[in-house]
């Protein structure tokens, strides 16, 4: 039972979820996507 817990547990860290929101709202106002994708990746090589 515990192991179908773990299964269905919502996977994720809130602060991760903050900050793809804030790519989300980068985007929007009208960053183009491959320099989102530059400054993803060089966030998560920091």
Avoid: T
Wanted: glycine residues 8%.
């Amino acid at each position: 039972m515990e192991r179908l817990k773990q299964m269905f547990r919502r996977s994720g860290d809130p602060n991760r979820q903050k900050g793809a929101l804030g790519y989300v709202l980068a985007w929007l106002i009208g960053v183009p996507i491959p320099i989102l994708i530059i400054v993803a990746l060089l966030h998560s090589c920091a």
